[in-house]
């Protein structure tokens, strides 16, 4: 008989759905800032592979000449950003959802058996109680990364008054260079959990809206 469980408390479902629009929006008005200064590049510097990002990106998606727009947001946004992800932190540490989400002992073992079960090459995933060895790497990763990016936005937005901050990231230049690399990390992670979400099934997706699972007989072992 199929059974209803309870996955994803109610603060959680808010939090993970106002960070989804809010990063979308810092994202895109940081590349309106980052435009004005456009100095990033694969390769080496008289021949770049790719450089971030070609002209006809900025004419295409009318990114030219909107810095002081850009600011506005970016600069908005972040506190919302910045209150909302503090407020996940402590809920999950006070409520006790971090067992759930924090790497264990075993989980950079099974994240391979995760990766090699996901690639079809090993037949039985591992036990796993709310998330998988590799959804908890990542899922703490990209929390640490929110850190960084306000570490790092701080850095490189008053470097006088929080100089030692700048200090710490390796001086001004070194601290735009992790913000950036950071945001390509939030869109690679991005693009991995949806492709993710969508393998895994609507029943795992509406959860994460209704806060509720139905669990089929078989599953019961393996998943909450
Ligand atoms: C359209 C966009 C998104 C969709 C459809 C989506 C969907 C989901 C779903 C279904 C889960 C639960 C996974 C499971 O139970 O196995 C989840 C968890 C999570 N997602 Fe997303 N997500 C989106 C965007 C994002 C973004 C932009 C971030 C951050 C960069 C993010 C970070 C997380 C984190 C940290 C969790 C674990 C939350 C917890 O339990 O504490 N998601 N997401």
């Excluded at 080496?44 to 009318?62: I, R, V």
């Excluded at 090993?122 to 990209?142: E, L, M, S, V």
């Excluded at 609507?202 to 019961?220: D, E, R, Y």
Aim: glycine share 6%; proline share 4%; with cysteine.
């Amino acid at each position: 008989m199929k059974t209803i469980v309870h996955k994803h408390p109610l603060a959680v479902r808010w939090f993970h759905w106002i960070n989804f629009p809010v990063l979308a929006l810092m994202i895109w008005s940081g590349i309106l800032i980052y435009w004005a200064n456009s100095v990033y590049m694969i390769g080496p510097a008289h021949k770049p592979l790719f450089k971030f990002f070609p002209q006809g990106f900025y004419k295409h998606f009318h990114i030219n000449h909107r810095l002081a727009e850009g600011m506005n947001w970016h600069f908005a946004l972040m506190w919302l950003f910045a209150i909302n992800g503090f407020l996940y932190i402590l809920f999950t540490i006070f409520s006790g959802q971090w067992r759930y989400l924090l790497p264990n002992k075993k989980s950079f073992k099974e994240a391979w058996l995760v990766l090699l079960h996901d690639l079809h090459i090993r037949k039985y995933a591992p036990p796993q109680i709310k998330y998988n060895a590799a959804q908890r790497i990542a899922y703490t990763a990209i929390i640490v990364m929110g850190l960084g990016s306000l570490l790092t936005g701080l850095a490189i937005y008053k470097p006088v008054q929080f100089s030692t901050i700048t200090a710490l990231c390796g001086g001004y230049a070194a601290a735009r260079a992790e913000h950036f690399i950071l945001t390509i990390g939030y869109v690679l992670f991005f693009f991995i959990h949806i492709v993710q979400v969508i393998k895994t099934g609507w029943n795992n997706f509406q959860a994460m809206v209704t806060g509720f699972q139905v669990i089929k007989p078989s599953a019961k072992k393996t998943s909450q």
